[in-house]
């Protein structure tokens, strides 16, 4: 399964698309209030065949819902009831049943089956209008679902959901190994030594962030200088939210280009959020991985993870012994068995690079080498 991204174009037919989105929202709140009500009335959860049953009732009796497909709609219903599924089952770990949402800031709606038709170029058919888009890329394999996506903005895209072609199989080109240590101060610390340093995008625009928030706080609401602050404010995040993802892609595709396996330690990422807050969120690590997976399988690349509590930063890299603790400020320490000094990164990269290189299969690992500087 893969997911493509197009953008549509600017036009005016597109209003018919935002509004498909806002009833799309309304029934998304209807469906809602009607699950709370069924709960406070007979203490059971709603069924989603009876609230989609329902709701197609609904649907003949009022026409704005009907700008909006039935598959659509059926979407939405499962939606709700897979977060209250989830809701029921990890209520104890904080996690919170699904709420209401403000019709404006409603994003999307998902067609599957039905409602659209690509008519090849970079035209497609929704419901009875037809619409361009970028076509940036082929769509190779049967398209499984047609997201179409209202960002802040208000600009459009579809997000389609294929079927790829059989996965590439693992290949060695460079037949290097190399392990990689996620940092606050570095990025990225690879076992050959590379320290590879995070732009840190939202820091550097964080000055311009503040002013157009404050700007956009002080207008009154509902007047025409707050929107238009408000879409100022958008800008100032998506143009944060680009550059980083632009330099994501590039690492990425520089990295698997230099090495055939890549290894990493599985972070709690969670964990970090609550402890360095917007630094954590700055660095994003977790769009990154999400990005190196795919460009790693598009290449026939492999991306391995090791162990959360594997002690990669307290075991030497040279005899293998395991220091009892190890503060966070200590950037490096010398070994109590063979005396050899370790930078705490460094050494972190080349044990899990070690590791990662074991989880590999036996016929892979003769071709590959570590990539450890000595």
């Known amino acids: ?19 498909s989105i806002n009833a799309a929202g309304v029934i998304y709140n209807h469906c809602i209030a009607l699950h709370k009500r ?23 009796r009022t026409p704005f819902w009907q700008t909006i497909g039935s598959q659509a709609v059926q979407d939405i219903c499962q939606r709700i009831e897979k977060a209250y599924r989830l809701f029921f089952k990890h209520q104890k770990k904080g996690v919170r049943p699904p709420g209401f949402k403000k019709v404006k800031r409603y994003k999307s709606f998902t067609l599957k089956q039905a409602g659209y038709k690509f008519l090849g170029g970079n035209r497609i058919k929704i419901g009875n209008k037809i619409y361009q888009y970028w076509n940036s890329r082929p769509i190779e394999g049967a398209v499984k679902t047609l997201t179409i996506k209202r960002t802040p ?12 072609a059989d996965e590439l199989e693992t290949k060695f080109e460079t037949g290097n190994i190399a392990g990689f240590d996620f940092g606050l101060k570095t990025f990225l610390t690879c076992s050959d030594g590379t320290q590879i340093e995070s732009p840190q995008f939202l820091k550097q625009s964080i000055h311009a962030i ?4 404050r700007q956009h706080s002080k207008k009154p609401k509902g007047s025409a200088n707050r929107e238009r602050a408000r879409l100022n404010l958008v800008r100032k995040h998506e143009d944060v939210v680009n550059r980083r993802s632009d330099w994501f892609w590039k690492l990425a595709h520089e990295l698997t280009n230099k090495f055939d396996v890549l290894c990493f330690e599985t972070l709690n990422l969670k964990g970090m959020q609550r402890l360095w807050g917007r630094k954590v969120s700055d660095l994003a690590f977790g769009d990154f991985l999400r990005i190196l997976k795919w460009v790693a399988t598009k290449k026939g ?14 075991t030497c890299n040279h005899c293998g012994h395991v220091l009892e603790s190890l503060d966070l400020n200590t950037r490096e320490w010398r070994c109590l068995s063979c005396q050899s000094v370790n930078g705490r990164d460094e050494n972190a990269a080349k044990n899990i690079c070690t590791v990662g290189a074991s989880t590999v299969k036996l016929g892979d690992v003769r071709q590959a080498k570590p990539a450890i500087a000595v």
């Not at 903005?153 to 790829?164: A, K, P, Q």
């Not at 503040?210 to 928030?213: D, E, L």
């Open 1 to 19: 399964m893969r997911t493509l991204k197009f953008k549509l174009y600017q036009s005016k037919r597109n209003r018919h698309l935002k509004r």
């Open 38 to 60: 069924y709960y406070r009335m007979w203490g059971e959860h709603l069924n989603c065949n009876k609230l989609q049953s329902h709701i197609a009732k609904l649907r003949k």
């Open 153 to 164: 903005l208000g600009e459009l895209f579809l997000v389609v959901v294929i079927d790829s």
């Open 210 to 213: 503040k002013k157009a928030s």
């Open 301 to 314: 690349k492999q991306v391995v993870f090791i162990d959360r509590w594997y002690p990669s930063s307290k």
